[in-house]
């Protein structure tokens, strides 16, 4: 069984616009990252409690903190770095979250003492995320230690207990083929993040219309997943929060929820090429 979640802030900005966004395409899960103008970091305990409820109110579950925790320089105090997954945990379960998206780290494969800072406090957030209930799960993503095939693989060999969440459009932003990503990596992560690239141009396209063999991914899973749609297809709020890097797309949407739905409809086509079925919100062979 597959299910689909997605980061509804690329559909709109507003909690009502996100679960708009979600029934309007048949989602119940969502990975929260921006909503109502702040980063999910950045909400106070009762903001995350009236999100939660309306969410509730709606059926729709936050399956994971969408969080920019160790996106950030290692050189900056271990303490501050572990205060960020702390005040994670404590937002995912207000949310309801039993997963957090995290990374690895700027600038930490410049020295031995960074590297060493680097796996020690990946070590540290696994036992935080253990101690609260909440699987700690890092991505690949381009410009961070954790970017490519190699570091990745020796980031996860490193950190027993760490999961995974695994992006084929951020691999073939740093040059990596899906061929030996998919090989190496697919089967070990815990659950997928959906958008495609044209390798050659780096140009980001709806899944299926890049180089990230989204078609030989689905045909991979064995086991129930969770698909997060990631469609940065058009500049939506907050996305300056999260990337620094100028968004490249090769087709035009007019609006947010047009790029949105477009996702959507590019991976649910995928995964019936591969043989899935839609019933009642899931995905089944």
């Known amino acids: 069984m597959i299910r689909l979640c997605a980061f509804a802030d690329e559909s709109d900005g507003s909690i009502e616009g996100q679960i708009a966004g979600l029934k309007r395409n048949g989602i119940s899960l969502l990975e929260i990252r921006n909503v109502n103008g702040k980063n999910v970091m950045d909400l106070t305990d009762e903001e995350a409690k009236e999100i939660r409820a309306k ?3 709606a059926g729709i579950k936050v399956w994971s903190i969408g969080s920019p925790i160790y996106k950030k320089d290692i050189n900056l105090p271990a303490e501050a770095h572990l205060a960020d997954a702390k005040r994670g945990c404590e937002l995912a379960k207000i949310l ?18 960074a590297h060493d800072k680097m796996l020690d406090l990946l070590k540290k957030i ?19 230690y954790g970017d490519n095939l190699a570091r990745t693989k020796e980031v996860l060999d490193a950190t027993p207990g760490l999961y995974y969440v695994y992006d084929p459009a951020n691999f073939l ?3 990596e083929k899906a ?6 990596l697919a089967d070990r992560a815990y659950y997928f993040h959906i958008k495609d690239v044209v390798a050659e141009t780096g140009e980001l396209v709806p899944a299926g219309y890049g180089d990230g063999d989204l078609k030989g991914l689905v045909s991979r899973i064995k086991d129930d997943k969770v698909l997060t749609v990631e469609p940065h297809l058009k500049i939506f709020a907050g996305y300056v929060l999260n990337d620094k890097t100028v968004l490249k797309t090769k087709f035009h949407f007019e609006s947010n929820v047009e790029a949105f739905d477009a996702a959507v409809a590019a991976i649910k086509k ?11 919100g899931v995905f089944v062979k």
Do not use: P, W
């Open 270 to 280: 995928v995964l019936a090429e591969v043989g899935y079925k839609e019933e009642n």
């Open 55 to 57: 969410l509730d109110e």
């Open 126 to 144: 696994v036992v935080i995320g253990k101690e609260n209930g909440i699987r700690m799960c890092h991505e690949n993503d381009k410009g961070l």
């Open 173 to 175: 932003q740093v040059g």
């Open 179 to 184: 061929e030996d990503t998919l090989n190496t």
């Open 96 to 113: 309801g979250a039993e997963n957090i998206r995290m990374f690895s780290f700027y600038n930490a494969g410049e020295s031995k003492e």
